[in-house]
């Protein structure tokens, strides 16, 4: 029996399409592949402060790729310091000047600081949210007690951390954010072998590994919305092609 499961998350007031762009290792040679990744039905483009330098969101900002259907989320406050309302706030500022942005749709505070009270830097992002600069605020690397603690800060609507097929160590997370309402967004999705049942479901369908381990993301809960990096529209649009794949009750207990 197969699970007719939705293909698009609503985020930061936008339909999107349930897998998005990781873009830890993007350059500005990339623009062009960016402008096709969009054009293919990517909808969600993930990047933060620190990835390539900055040049990530600089590639964003210069690609043009804005627009009512193009969610981009961003991170800052990655490593110890860089919690501090000053530092953070200075990230912010950097980050809509890179992404040639007046208002950031998702801005997610990438680590909490050991130094730093996360109540602290918290109050910048919900600074800017109450100014209208950034539309959602989300966390990365959290748990749930931590979530909780966030929340009573600012509205959160969006967890991101280290989850895959392989990597199951936030299973509560995950289903605390189901129970929430809030979007789970598993970064290193494609990370590990997976079991070893994942070849022969994959070849049942006609698949490739990584499509079977993304639409089993997509089947663990209905508020996963995984990134896969890339910087190849090939494997753009066949990371994309995971959505139209069902897996059976029986598959997805098999992989899992």
Known sequence: MSTRLAKTLRIAGTEVARIGLGTNRLTPKDIGFLREAVQAGVQLIDTAHVYTGGDSERAIGEAGIAGDDIVIATKGGYGEGHGRPDVLRA???????????????????????????????????????????IREVGLSAVGIEQIERAREVVPISAVQNHYNVDERGDDEVVDYCAEQGLIFVPYYPLKGNGPHALGEIAQRHDATEHQIVLAWLLHRSPVTLPIPGTRSIDHARENLAALEIELSDEEFEALG
């Open 91 to 133: 990230e912010l500022e950097q980050s809509f000047e890179s992404l040639r942005a007046g208002v950031i749709d998702l801005y997610y505070l990438h680590r909490i600081d050991p130094g730093t009270p996360l109540e602290e830097s918290l109050s910048v992002i919900a600074e800017f949210r109450d100014r209208g600069r």
